[in-house]
């Protein structure tokens, strides 16, 4: 088996266009660490109806010329591409090793009128996709990890590497809620708190078990916290320098912890949230 404490060389590809935010995914990218051999492509892609193609060229080469002088042993592509762009990047992304895009959360009316792309891109895509918000400041603290029943390995691994790669300790995040009572009768033996909190405690030391398989002697930290799971994620994310969520279908927004807590976390966090994929998806979607 090979040892996940190895970091290797990547395909990343990251998502630019005539907005701020796309900055931001390349500042991010620029501070990760990556190993030499690594490639990234930079691309823009216009929709040919009024996109100034000049000025996205001037950011790509901008982009480009600030990776290669933050990582000048990784090579460097850059290219224009037409069409829409949420399905350009996930076409392009199917054979990286990581997407890479940014949001403009502190603009929801403009995000709208455009589609909520940066929602929208990690529903589709079969890679690791990385949502940089445009607020986003380095920040040097542990990779959260959003535990969930449906996790998977995937969103383990992935926050598992990017922790080895970034000599970060791991913090493994399990949220559970106390059930509110109905006005009339009480709560059922199944939403006893306690047992709600002992099944979290469960699934949190299932995570800390194949972690310890897939990365031996990462150092992390299992919480268990009571709330809502975007509430619970904010409040430890607050120095973390990434937040990594499971994802298990490509046309919804599917599991416990990737609908409504990823959606809230990639509009109002400005920490970078990572939406990994539980499998990879069948060409329908399911």
Known sequence: ???????????????VDEHAASERAVDWLAVRRMIPGSRVEIITVANGWGDDVEALDR????????????????????????????????????????LVIGSRRQHRIR?????WMPERVPTLTSVPT???????????????????????????????????????????????????A???GGLSLLEDPKLIEEHARSVLLDAERLLHIRFPGLQH??????????????????????????????????????GSTAHDLISHSRTPVCIAPLRSPSPDGR
């Open 111 to 115: 995000t709208a009128l455009d589609g």
């Open 1 to 15: 088996m090979p040892d996940g404490n190895v970091v290797t060389t990547e395909h990343v590809i990251v998502g």
């Open 182 to 184: 109905a006005r009339v």
């Open 130 to 180: 990385v949502v940089v918000p445009e607020d986003w400041r380095p920040a040097n603290g542990d990779v959260l990890l959003g535990v969930d029943d449906e996790s998977g390995d995937s969103a383990l691994r992935f926050a598992g590497a990017q922790a080895v790669r970034e000599h970060r300790r791991l913090s493994l995040v399990r949220a559970w809620k106390a059930p509110v």
């Open 221 to 258: 930290r299992p919480v268990l916290d009571e709330g809502d799971p975007a509430d619970v994620l904010e409040r430890h994310a607050a120095d973390a320098s990434i937040i990594v969520l499971g994802r298990r279908h490509r046309s919804t927004l599917g599991g416990l912890f990737f």
């Open 59 to 98: 950011r790509v080469q901008r982009a480009a010329e600030q990776i290669t002088t933050a990582h000048p042993h990784v090579t460097v592509t850059t290219a224009t591409l037409f069409g829409a762009p949420d399905r350009t990047l996930v076409e392009t992304a199917a054979t990286a090793d990581l």
